[in-house]
């Protein structure tokens, strides 16, 4: 069976904005764990590099790479013939950027906002709870200070050893 030429293959363009899948390099080809859903940040056709798209993975996709549009850039998904493998070099590609943060920007970003809001919560409780606190370990250190038969009391993290009489 022989393939199709570059001739025979009806023309499609690759914009910045459009949503493309492709399998990773860093995997065999076909494992499932190589499979990659990823929008193009940037069209560079002038690139002799072989790398003209950049995405938002921020994986090396070169020119032999065989991918298909999901999404193009207008929001239309992609069906039928506009949807097939095909190798990145077979596109036309239009030269372009999108702008929307890399992967690894939006999960940086996303952990900052957590550890902050982490830290924020103790302070939107306000001081009366913390005070709470403190009042129960002076105490919970008194009583056990009692237990213990001790005069001195104890921090909340000492250990009381009490000596247990053999029967």
């Known amino acids: 069976m022989v393939g199709l030429s570059l001739s025979e293959l009806s023309p499609e363009e690759l914009h910045a904005g459009d949503k493309i899948a492709y399998y990773s390099w860093a995997f065999v080809t076909g494992d499932p764990r190589g499979y990659r859903e990823s929008v193009v940040l940037r069209v560079d056709s002038s690139t002799t590099e072989g790398t003209p798209i ?5 994986e090396v996709v070169p020119l032999t790479v065989k991918l298909k549009r999901l999404v193009d850039h207008t929001g239309h998904h992609c069906t039928g013939e506009e ?9 036309r590609l239009v030269d372009g950027t999108y702008d929307t943060p ?12 957590a550890i902050a809001d982490a830290f924020a919560y103790p302070r939107r409780l306000g001081g009366q709870e913390r005070e709470d606190l403190v ?20 921090s909340s993290t000492s250990v009381a050893l009490v000596p247990t009489v053999a029967a």
């Open 83 to 91: 949807a097939k493998w095909r190798n990145l070099r077979t596109f």
């Open 135 to 154: 009042e129960n370990a002076a105490t919970g250190s008194a009583l056990l200070a009692e237990q213990t038969g001790n005069d001195v009391s104890m």
């Open 102 to 113: 890399m992967r690894s920007s939006a999960f940086n970003r996303a952990v900052q906002d």
């Open 54 to 58: 950049q995405v938002d993975t921020g």
